[in-house]
Each structure stands twice: as C-alpha cells, then as structure tokens.
T-cell receptor
C-alpha cells in the first residue's frame, strides 16, 4: 500500500529556534498534502493544506508566518515551525490523499518538544 | 465550516460486550465518513469507512451506519476484545475536491477483561 514518511520522528529544541519537519510520499505523487497538529489527549486539528507549486492554504487561526509550508516537489512537503515556543510542543502529522482504497494516507507523526 | 461532534468521550465496556460511538456533522456536502483507531504515539489507522451512497457497512466485528438526513453516523464494535482498547476518531470529508478531513473529538475506549 501507499506509504507516507515523516522525518524526524521526534525532535527536542530550545525556545526560539526553528524546526523543519519533512513529509514524503514514498511510492506515489501527491499534489496536495495536509498538516495536522494533535495536542495530548486531543483530536487532530487541520493546520493547513500544502499545494505543490503554489501557496499553502491555512485554516483559521493558524499563523502562516509561524508555520511555513513548502511543497517543492510532488513527493515532498515541509513544515517549518519558526521561533518555536513551549506551546508549540505537539504531535505533528501529515497526510496525503489516497486512492479508491483509502482516502488519506497518514505519516507516522513527529513529536516536537520545545524547552 | 464543518463541525463534527463525537460522543461519548470515554467508554468502558466488558470484554465480549458491544461498544457504540456516535458522531454528528453539520456540512451536508460531506460524503465520506471514516473511522480511525489511534494508539498512543502512533498515526491514525483507518478501521472502516462509509460513503454517502450507502447506509451501512460491515467488516467482521466492526460496522458503521450512516443517516445522511439526520447527519449522524455511528461505529459499532461487537464481541469486544482487550486489543480494541484505544482512542477512536470519526471524521468527515469529501471524496472529490480538497479531500481534507475534519475529525471528531475522539473516544477513549477501554475494554475490561
């Protein structure tokens, strides 16, 4: 089946630094990818839709200058958390639309801890 | 935008009994309704989904029912087993177009031996 990978799987950083998370579709092309954030014991909240070759579409309340999204190729989308703060600590999950069998293929997630 | 409400937030059942989780949604344009199981620190795992052209779908011990008129759908797990313990999320989306998913708040299901 289709596979979506994320890197890194976990990251610890100091407050004020920037962190880049990669999402790759390994055996298929994805012109669209989605970025979700999940705080402990909460649901997945869509942050933005990443569009290959054009600007990302952000959900209401998500700061586009803080969460930079780049979809440089048909298999890679990156999310950069700029000037990270402890409240940005969360589980970040990407997904890509699937085919007839499964509508969304999720990545394994990236756990971010900002100290 | 779409709003998905999921109940209950926690559910505890005896092993072998059935568990039912319910969701309601607001956007009548939604036509895709998946259910995910998520274990701690892992990605959501699709367990069953239903599209708006059917009212019920079953896969072994798991079934989903959909009432498009009332805008609600439910997950039914029969003959529950300890390994069914996890957090379950409903979601809504559209098969065509943006295909983004809106998730319910989640239900923590505990199966007691």
């Amino acid at each position: 089946g289709a596979v979506v990978s994320q890197h890194p799987s976990w990251v610890i950083c100091k407050s004020g630094t920037s962190v880049k998370i990669e999402c790759r579709s390994l055996d298929f092309q994805a012109t669209t990818m989605f970025w979700y954030r999940q705080f402990p014991k909460q649901s997945l909240m869509l942050m933005a839709t990443s569009n290959e070759g054009s600007k990302a579409t952000y959900e209401q309340g998500v700061e586009k200058d803080k969460f930079l999204i780049n979809h440089a190729s048909l298999t890679l989308s990156t999310l950069t958390v700029t000037s990270a703060h402890p409240e940005d600590s969360s589980f970040y999950i990407c997904s890509a639309p699937g085919g007839a069998r499964e509508a969304q293929y999720f990545g394994p997630g990236t756990r971010l801890l900002v100290l | 935008g779409e709003n998905v409400e999921q109940h209950p937030s926690t559910l505890s059942v005896q092993e072998g009994d059935s568990a039912v989780i319910k969701c309601t949604y607001s956007d009548s344009a939604s036509n895709y309704f998946p259910w995910y199981k998520q274990e701690l620190g892992k990605r959501p795992q699709l367990i069953i989904d239903i599209r708006s052209n059917v009212g019920e779908k079953k896969d072994q011990r798991i079934a989903v029912t959909l009432n498009k008129t009332a805008k609600h759908f439910s997950l039914h797990i029969t003959e529950t087993q300890p390994e069914d313990s996890a957090v379950y999320f409903c979601a809504t989306g559209a098969i065509q177009g943006a295909q983004k998913l809106v998730f319910g708040q989640g239900t923590r299901l505990t199966i007691n031996p």
